[in-house]
């Protein structure tokens, strides 16, 4: 697949070439959509119809309508095809979730071409169909208003910042996975969470800072008294941590929230390397 776009696009001379508003939206993903449903990646779950036997069932059964109504709480989103231009950003985004949940690749199938019936599909494999799916949707979304992404979780993220998309997803040295890896990966999920909240973000920032606390005792060996000051510093004077009269409270937080994630986040990676790099020279003398 070709990595840089085309001319015009690169050029910004195409109308189109910076974001997309969500009618350009949806009629990219329905474009999406009937490539994966001609060839059979919803049949395991969500049953298809044939020309001869009429509707056959998937696992979800004979009443789509009633299952979404139960997973997403709406009404009138199905069938798909017939409901998705009256669909809201946030109708459409349920929809790409639900829709990667219950994605998989046939393995096996065969074509009924009785009045052009279409694939009958047999075996699946989910894990290779949902990856073609995020990867097909991701070419969309990350050009939609400020960018999101689908996540190998299958919940719709809001891209990193410009220039920092590799800090995300830069992997962790094993020092404590359960206590640590574990509450990074839960903070980065809080903090891109699709219309998270000024609050949830706090939690967010407030979550790498208690990583931050557990691996207070390792810091000694491997900062200044000075240095391992200021990292908590920045969080308790910001009204991250505690809340007090000495706190600044006044600044715009959309913005330094963004720059107290990132900052805490890449904090963690140097402050693990250092204790990495101490733990290695400590068995190796």
């Known amino acids: 697949m070709r990595e840089k776009p085309y001319y015009s696009i690169r050029t910004s001379k195409n109308p189109l070439s910076g974001s997309i508003d969500l009618p350009m939206l949806i009629k990219l993903f329905k474009t999406i959509y009937a490539y994966f ?6 049949q395991q779950d969500l049953g298809f119809e044939c020309v001869d036997a009429g ?11 009633g299952v979404l109504l139960l997973e997403l709480r709406k009404n009138n989103l199905y069938p798909i095809t017939k409901q998705i231009d009256n669909y809201t950003e946030d109708d459409l985004f349920d929809i790409i979730e ?21 694939w009958h599909c047999e075996t699946f494999e989910q894990e290779p169909g949902q990856k073609e799916f995020r990867e097909k949707v991701n070419r969309i979304l990350r050009i ?16 990193a910042d410009t220039g920092l998309e590799a800090l995300l997803e830069a ?8 206590n640590i890896e574990a509450r990074i990966d839960a903070a980065r999920q809080k903090f891109r969470r699709y219309r998270s909240s000024l609050d949830e973000r706090r939690d967010a920032i407030r979550d790498l800072a208690d990583v931050l606390e557990f691996l207070r005792p390792k810091l000694k060996g491997v900062i200044t008294s000075k240095d391992e000051d200021d990292l908590f510093n920045i969080a308790n004077n910001f009204g991250i941590r505690h809340h007090n009269e000495r706190q ?3 600044y715009d937080k959309p913005i330094w929230y963004s720059w107290l994630f990132y900052y805490y986040l890449a904090t963690i990676h140097a402050v693990l390397r250092l204790i990495a790099k101490a733990q290695l020279t400590s068995q190796n003398d």
């Not at 449903?37 to 919803?42: A, M, R, S, T, V």
């Not at 509707?55 to 309508?65: R, V, Y």
């Not at 992997?171 to 359960?178: C, E, F, G, K, R």
């Open 37 to 42: 449903d001609n060839e059979g990646y919803f």
């Open 98 to 118: 639900f829709l990667h949940d219950h994605c998989s690749k046939p393995i096996t199938r065969n074509y009924h071409s009785w009045n052009e019936c279409g």
């Open 171 to 178: 992997s962790l040295p094993p020092v404590d996975p359960d």
């Open 55 to 65: 509707f056959i069932p998937g696992t979800l059964g004979h009443d789509l309508e």
């Open 144 to 159: 939609y208003k400020e960018g999101y992404e689908l996540s190998s979780k299958g919940e719709i993220l809001v891209l």
């Open 248 to 250: 600044k409270v006044n």
